[in-house]
């Protein structure tokens, strides 16, 4: 690997193998594919999945350069027959074009080979002129992530069309210098994923611990409604009006914010007059936010006053209700189960406030809660330190991305 000593002259690369020379070739990616094309989810959604058969290929799946496939759906041959335009292959490069993990992209493996995708994952099959790998990772360089995020209009939904998707400026060297790039990048995805796949085990096991301790109670039962003081969802100012947010001092929250136990920084902020115009209001420190739409079930602790958008619930505990306690408790699967029993099928899944306040929850006296609150505390250090070795990986692939496209 070398500095590059051509590339104030020529398009090349700033970090190149030595044994290449030549500038890379400018395209288009819709000239390297011979496919570029989604899939479509089966009449009854999750009603029609199996537990073997076909794999059935969703966004959550797709992480960034390696696929996550502890969910993995299955569907059956007559479904799978239905669906046979977007059968995968071993190599297909796998995109997610909507949503918020819109950008995310992996390489199909064998172990998916002849599954399906839905709508919300496109398939990129390349010629014989481009590495499959080369562009996956290359999709994953801020060039492309910048030009994904350039295409989107600022609607209330997020997504790529084909022709956008198609229209991907890469330049490409030679099959050769392709493969090279392709083998050492995919030492580091592969060490990411096996690093990502530690993490998940971490958080089933504390899981296990949490859904032990919760079901093993032999205590009283009370509404969910009884738990808290105050619970309400959020709001979103108008999205075209820039106002709102420009120069806000109001932490406005995020679905994709809910992703830690505690709620440490946001991006996002809105003003008083935005606040005022959404309808939302200000939710306190030490209190749950829990995502009743879209993604149903993600949760945080607040550690500052912030807003919400709609879709996020607010709920602020009484005091002889310990918030870690029941940050724990709705992470058990025994609340979750109780949620999507109550999920209401529309434009978008939502669990209703009203119906949630129904849920019969066992509730020990605080000293227990605070006994159970302490169990899982080890190992959220352990997924921490984990966490944070992730985060190296991924900065050093981002370098390397960096320096070894154009």
């Given at each position: 690997?070398?500095?590059?000593?051509?590339?104030?002259?020529?398009?090349?690369?700033?970090?190149?193998?030595?044994?290449?020379?030549?500038?890379?070739?400018?395209?288009?990616?819709?000239?390297?594919?011979?496919?570029?094309?989604?899939?479509?989810?089966?009449k009854?959604?999750?009603?029609?999945?199996?537990?073997?058969?076909?794999?059935?290929v969703?966004s959550?799946?797709?992480?960034?350069?390696?696929l996550?496939?502890?969910?993995?759906?299955?569907?059956d041959?007559?479904?799978?027959?239905?669906q046979?335009s977007?059968?995968?292959?071993?190599?297909?490069?796998?995109?997610?074009?909507?949503?918020?993990?819109?950008?995310?992209?992996?390489?199909a493996?064998?172990?998916?080979?002849g599954?399906?995708?839905?709508?919300h994952?496109?398939?990129?099959?390349?010629?014989?002129?481009?590495?499959?790998?080369?562009?996956?990772?290359?999709?994953?360089?801020?060039?492309?992530q910048?030009?994904?995020?350039?295409?989107?209009?600022?609607?209330?939904?997020e997504?790529?069309?084909?022709e956008q998707?198609?229209?991907?400026?890469?330049?490409?060297?030679?099959?050769?210098?392709?493969v090279?790039?392709?083998?050492?990048?995919?030492?580091?995805?592969?060490?990411?994923?096996?690093?990502?796949?530690?993490i998940?085990?971490?958080?089933?096991?504390?899981s296990a611990?949490?859904?032990?301790?919760?079901?093993?109670?032999?205590?009283d039962?009370a509404?969910?409604?009884s738990?808290?003081e105050?619970?309400?969802?959020?709001?979103?100012?108008?999205?075209s009006?820039?106002?709102?947010?420009?120069n806000?001092?109001i932490?406005?929250?995020?679905i994709?914010?809910?992703?830690?136990?505690?709620?440490?920084?946001?991006?996002?902020?809105i003003?008083?007059?935005?606040l005022?115009?959404?309808?939302?209001?200000?939710?306190?420190?030490?209190s749950?936010?829990?995502?009743?739409g879209?993604?149903?079930?993600?949760?945080?602790?607040?550690t500052?006053?912030?807003c919400?958008?709609?879709?996020?619930?607010?709920?602020?505990?009484?005091?002889?209700?310990?918030?870690?306690?029941?940050?724990?408790?709705?992470?058990?699967?025994?609340f979750?189960?109780?949620?999507?029993?109550?999920?209401?099928?529309?434009?978008?899944?939502?669990?209703?406030?009203?119906?949630?306040?129904?849920?019969?929850?066992?509730?020990?006296?605080?000293?227990?809660?605070?006994?159970?609150?302490?169990?899982?505390?080890?190992l959220?250090?352990?997924?921490?330190?984990?966490?944070?070795?992730?985060?190296?990986?991924?900065?050093?692939?981002?370098?390397?991305?960096?320096?070894?496209?154009?």
């Amino acid at each position: 690997m070398a500095i590059n000593k051509e590339q104030n002259k020529l398009n090349v690369p700033p970090l190149r193998f030595p044994e290449f020379h030549g500038e890379w070739e400018k395209c288009k990616l819709g000239e390297l594919a011979v496919k570029v094309g989604s899939g479509s989810t089966p009449k009854g959604g999750n009603a029609v999945y199996t537990t073997s058969g076909h794999c059935f290929v969703r966004s959550q799946n797709v992480g960034m350069g390696h696929l996550i496939l502890n969910d993995i759906a299955y569907i059956d041959e007559l479904t799978h027959q239905k669906q046979k335009s977007t059968e995968l292959r071993t190599n297909d490069v796998l995109l997610n074009i909507t949503g918020a993990s819109i950008g995310r992209t992996a390489l199909a493996t064998e172990e998916i080979n002849g599954g399906n995708v839905n709508q919300h994952v496109c398939i990129i099959r390349t010629n014989g002129n481009v590495e499959p790998s080369f562009i996956c990772d290359y999709i994953q360089t801020s060039k492309i992530q910048k030009y994904i995020q350039s295409l989107q209009t600022g609607g209330s939904r997020e997504g790529l069309n084909f022709e956008q998707i198609r229209s991907f400026p890469i330049n490409i060297p030679t099959v050769e210098e392709q493969v090279k790039i392709a083998k050492l990048l995919s030492l580091i995805n592969e060490r990411i994923a096996t690093q990502s796949k530690l993490i998940e085990d971490l958080k089933k096991l504390k899981s296990a611990i949490i859904d032990y301790a919760i079901n093993s109670l032999d205590t009283d039962f009370a509404k969910f409604s009884s738990l808290y003081e105050m619970a309400g969802e959020g709001g979103t100012p108008t999205t075209s009006n820039a106002s709102f947010y420009d120069n806000g001092k109001i932490p406005f929250v995020k679905i994709d914010d809910l992703k830690k136990k505690y709620l440490t920084e946001n991006k996002d902020f809105i003003t008083e007059l935005g606040l005022q115009k959404s309808s939302a209001w200000l939710v306190p420190t030490r209190s749950i936010l829990f995502s009743n739409g879209a993604t149903i079930g993600e949760i945080t602790i607040t550690t500052y006053p912030v807003c919400t958008k709609q879709g996020i619930l607010g709920i602020v505990p009484k005091p002889n209700i310990d918030v870690e306690f029941l940050y724990y408790f709705m992470s058990s699967s025994y609340f979750r189960k109780a949620v999507s029993r109550i999920v209401t099928e529309g434009t978008m899944k939502t669990a209703y406030l009203k119906d949630i306040n129904n849920i019969r929850c066992p509730i020990p006296k605080k000293e227990k809660q605070l006994d159970i609150a302490k169990m899982p505390s080890a190992l959220n250090f352990k997924i921490d330190f984990e966490q944070s070795i992730l985060k190296l990986f991924g900065s050093q692939k981002q370098y390397l991305l960096r320096q070894m496209f154009m």
